[in-house]
């Protein structure tokens, strides 16, 4: 707890980890060990409650639940196993769970279970009869009855299912088992083979129609052909229409042609003389390559004999004349290249005019015949869809003929039932489940037991008040053996109190006292004795502590004076005050001479006075407790707690009642409140919180 906003204060710690234990994660070694908690605290509650509803549950469960059990085990084949290529019309349920699932959730259903109570006749066996006035109502019965002793079930994830029907009979019970089993067989072989049959039916009867309808749209469309004079060229064209394909590709190919020969002609005619050197690789010639080599030759020849022997010599005339020559030869090459290139051209152009000439008086006597060919189309097509649906149910017909009965069923009996020579369950497995319903119960009854107990005993369940901590566990300490000691002694539980307090804040020095008042719910909870130890704990650590009673104390002498003389200004502070030599602190004894109980003891407290009073004895003292009355009892108890500046709430362990607990902190209404466990029973505690029962005990060894 935080120090008050005025005033000295001092710092709480808790003993052990009574608050600190609350944030302790749930862990499942903190789940086990307060399991274990609860089971050693009312061991002998779930062990009596146990013991008397497992002889309760074995005794009943060896009268009634004597049952022979017979399990008649079903195979469902994955594999797809076929004599033929083709399936049936049902093919094979293969690796479908759910389709497995399915068969077990049929042979559960009532018409299923009332088909095995007809092929057995189970309506008139002793075992399995039901009861009803009309045979109506009998099978009815019986159906019921049957349901209630048949588990049909899968086994986890395999393809297995477990037939098995639970009887007073083990010989009935093995016998209804196998007849839900090859029930269960016969259903299934039925259905396939029953479909296909249907199916064969029902195509023969749609064939008989369908050739028909093949056979007229046949002869429609070739009296159509006939009538339109059209004449299939093979793969589904006519003769027209090939025609008029293979003329659009001579037609691409004779204008492929005639670019090119239109490209070289442009070429060679703007080249002009030039042209020797610049023609593509498909138009050079020979010629005039051989010409222009010579050319250089000659040409280099006459450059040489021109600075050898000057250019008038004879030699370099007779060169020049040569060069002369053979310019005119590749003149008269390149003109003839030119030549030829445009005759190609021209040819090649007749060429194509003539096939686009073709092409389209082909294309329009195509024109001409075009709404008839889409008829045609429209009639070969219907005709080819109905020849193609008759094939189909043709060849599916005569398929089924072949395949039905011939294929082997996916579902077989793997084990059958056997009358069982033991009732089930065994006695072993009877008290086995009579032991752990027993236990379920003895736990329950503790737990209803623990859930109805209304005392406090730990930390958390303080905790769960709100806004209150729980600071430490006080033992029971021994009273004195006399008895007028122990009616104005306290017992001493200083040897504790180290952990509710760890020392006073020294104040400075305009500093005031701090106050803390100690209280509880009803009397008898030990609070003057918290409140008697801790201003002698304080004391001893060199305090000035003044410990105020405020409630009528059981003394056997009275002081001379006390805080009623004070509060009714019958007498000053400090001649009430009393010094406690033994223990170090000053006392504010209750009551006195002057005050009797006639006087209104809350009308009192609750005055201006005892205001001034603690404003003067804060200024006095450095720590001023209050042994406060019982809150639920006292009408001055919420006035003293909001004059404090603590709040030190006292319960007895184990006695005090929860909501007496928060009913007093809700009328208190105390910002700051610790509460402290007194009379802790170490024993018992050891069995709530083993860890606060060690601190104790270490404490009790040291003290």
């Known amino acids: 707890m935080t120090q008050a906003a005025t005033g000295r204060g001092f710092s709480w710690a808790a003993s052990g980890k009574p608050s600190g234990s609350l944030a302790e994660p749930m862990t499942p070694g903190v789940l086990a060990r307060s399991f274990l908690l609860f089971v050693r605290r009312n061991l002998r509650l779930i062990a009596l409650v146990a013991l008397a509803v497992a002889a309760l549950a074995f005794g009943l469960a060896a009268i009634f639940l004597r049952q022979y059990s017979a399990t008649t085990v079903v195979m469902i084949d994955p594999r797809a196993t076929r004599v033929t290529e083709k399936a049936g019309v049902l093919a094979n349920i293969g690796s479908d769970f759910n389709a497995i699932e399915s068969i077990v959730q049929v042979a559960k259903s009532d018409g299923f279970v009332g088909g095995v109570v007809d092929q057995l006749d189970l309506a008139h066996n002793p075992v399995f009869a039901g009861k009803g006035a009309t045979p109506a109502l009998l099978r009815q019965s019986t159906i019921q009855k049957l349901s209630a002793h048949l588990t049909v079930a899968r086994r986890g994830a395999t393809y297995v299912i477990d037939v098995t029907v639970k009887s007073p009979s083990a010989e009935e019970s093995a016998k209804v088992a196998n007849g839900v089993a090859q029930r269960i067989l016969d259903d299934q072989a039925s259905l396939r ?230 009732p089930a369950p065994g ?168 005050a009797g109980d006639g006087a209104d003891i809350g009308a009192l407290m609750r005055g201006a006075t005892l205001r001034a009073l603690l404003k003067v004895a804060r200024r006095w003292f450095d720590v001023i407790i209050i042994d406060g009355p019982p809150a639920l009892e006292a009408p001055q108890a919420p006035f003293l707690a909001e004059q404090a500046d603590r709040l030190l709430f006292v319960v007895e362990w184990d006695k005090t009642h929860r909501s007496d607990v928060g009913m007093a902190l809700d009328r208190l209404d105390a910002v700051e409140a610790a509460v402290v466990f007194n009379k802790t029973d170490t024993a018992r505690l050891r069995l709530y919180d083993p860890e606060q029962a060690r601190v104790l005990e270490s404490r009790k060894r040291a003290a």
Not at 224 to 230: E, G
Not at 288 to 298: F, M
Not at 326 to 352: C, H, P
Request: net charge neutral; proline share 5%; with cysteine.
């Open 427 to 594: 006695k072993v497995i009877l008290a086995m489940a009579s032991m752990g319903l027993g236990l379920a119960a003895g736990l329950a009854a503790a737990g209803l037991h623990e859930t109805r107990s209304t005392t406090l005993r730990t930390s958390a369940q303080a905790a769960s008040l709100g806004g209150v901590e729980a600071l430490v566990f006080l033992p029971m300490a021994p009273a004195p053996p006399d008895a007028a000691r122990r009616a104005i002694e306290a017992p001493d539980v200083t040897a504790w109190l180290s952990e509710v307090c760890r020392g006073v804040i020294q104040p400075g020095a305009d500093a005031d006292g701090a106050v803390v008042l100690v209280s509880s719910s009803v009397r008898g909870e030990g609070r003057s004795t918290v409140a008697i130890n801790l201003a002698a704990f304080l004391a001893r650590g060199g305090d000035r502590v003044l410990l105020i009673e405020a409630d009528r104390a059981e003394h056997v002498k009275k002081p001379p004076h006390g805080l009623l003389d004070v509060l009714a200004a019958r007498e000053n502070l400090t001649s009430a005050l009393i010094e406690q030599p033994t223990d170090g602190y000053t006392l504010l004894p209750f009551g006195g001479r002057d």
């Open 193 to 422: 083979s029953g479909l296909s049959a249907l199916t064969a039916r029902e195509i023969e009867k749609r064939l008989t129609e369908l050739r028909v309808r093949v056979n007229r749209a046949e002869r429609a469309v070739a009296e159509f052909k006939a009538q339109i004079k059209v004449t299939d060229a093979g793969q589904g064209n006519t003769l027209l229409e090939r025609r008029i394909v293979e003329l659009n590709q001579q037609m691409v190919l004779a204008a492929s042609r005639t670019a090119e020969a239109r490209a070289r002609y442009d070429l060679l005619r703007k080249a002009g003389a030039s042209a020797g050197d610049n023609l593509p690789q498909d138009v050079q010639s020979s010629v005039l390559s051989g010409l222009r080599a010579e050319y250089a030759r000659l040409s280099r020849q006459a450059a040489d004999q021109a600075t050898v022997l000057g250019p008038r010599h004879p030699e370099a005339i007779s060169l020049k004349a040569q060069i002369g020559d053979i310019r005119q030869q590749i003149a008269a090459e390149i003109a003839r290249l030119i030549s030829a290139a445009r005759s190609d051209f021209r040819e090649e152009e007749q060429r194509e005019a003539e096939l686009t000439r073709q092409l389209r008086a082909t294309q329009a006597e195509s024109g001409e015949l075009g709404p008839q060919m889409v008829r045609l189309t429209e009639l070969e097509r219907e005709a080819k869809a109905e020849r193609e649906v008759f094939e189909e149910l043709l060849s599916r017909q005569r398929e089924l003929a072949q395949v039905n009965g011939l294929e082997p069923s996916d579902v077989r009996i793997v084990s059958p039932a056997v009358p069982p020579t033991s």
